[in-house]
């Protein structure tokens, strides 16, 4: 299995459009950025697409535009769902997995194209492709969302999505002990937002959660690029 994250940047990105802190300055400069947050998972020759950014399409073309087999969406948010539509004249929609209102909400969004609509229960495990996948509730109000847990192989692999720190116990209990662990961090630690972790809450989370390896993602324009534990768009890690 082999992980890719494709961005790893919050619903603006990085730079942001007309920004000049320090952060997007030395982005432009260096011409580096963080596309929006999701993550292409490959096994046994299949594709697999947690979220689908409005980057999509850049994303599929810097990855060799692989065939995507299905997608599993955390939430209805804009910035993780809008891309679905640049599958339009390139392959047929995928099939797509998530929690039954998520769908809805999706659903609607896109209520001008037809694919595969597969309604998953939280914490009922369920195999794709050869992995076993469990989306498990977080907490990002006020709408319903949820993390991702991909067993494969004897590894774990755990992602929060967007949330704040009061996540279910049992959800706490399916993130811990993870062999590769992503977390939301949009702020750095000084600034405090109800409905997303900050870099310094994400780490005592990570704490808690003993993974043997961690990094974040969603980050906002304000963390740098080269941040402890801050992941980098198109990072790969294989099991």
Request: net charge negative; proline share 6%; glycine share 6%.
């Amino acid at each position: 299995m082999k992980i890719t994250i494709l961005g790893t940047g919050d619903t603006v990105g990085t730079p942001r459009v007309g920004c000049d802190c320090g952060v997007c300055t030395l982005a432009n400069e260096e011409g580096r950025s963080r596309l929006r947050t999701s993550f292409l998972i490959e096994n046994e020759g299949n594709n697999i697409l947690i979220d689908t950014s409005p980057d999509l399409k850049e994303q599929l073309i810097r990855t060799g535009a692989p065939k995507i087999g299905a997608v599993l969406w955390t939430h209805a948010h804009y910035d993780h769902i809008a891309g679905f539509n640049e599958f339009y004249r390139v392959q047929d929609f995928p099939p797509a997995y998530t929690p039954e209102k998520v769908m809805n909400n999706i659903s609607g969004f896109f209520h001008f194209l037809r694919f595969k609509k597969n309604i998953v229960e939280p914490y009922e495990p369920f195999s794709l492709f050869g992995m076993e996948i469990t989306f498990v509730t977080v907490n990002h109000p006020p709408i319903d969302t949820y993390g991702i847990v991909i067993r494969y192989n004897g590894k774990k692999i755990g992602y929060t999505s967007d949330t704040n720190t009061n996540i279910p116990e049992r959800t706490v209990e399916e993130l811990m002990n993870c062999d590769l662990l992503f977390l939301d961090a949009l702020m750095l630690p000084d600034v405090h937002i109800g409905k997303h972790m900050n870099i310094a809450e994400a780490e005592d989370l990570a704490q808690k959660l003993s993974p043997k390896e961690y990094y974040f993602v969603h980050m906002s324009h304000r963390i740098p690029m080269s941040y402890p534990h801050a992941a980098t768009d198109f990072m790969t890690f294989e099991f």
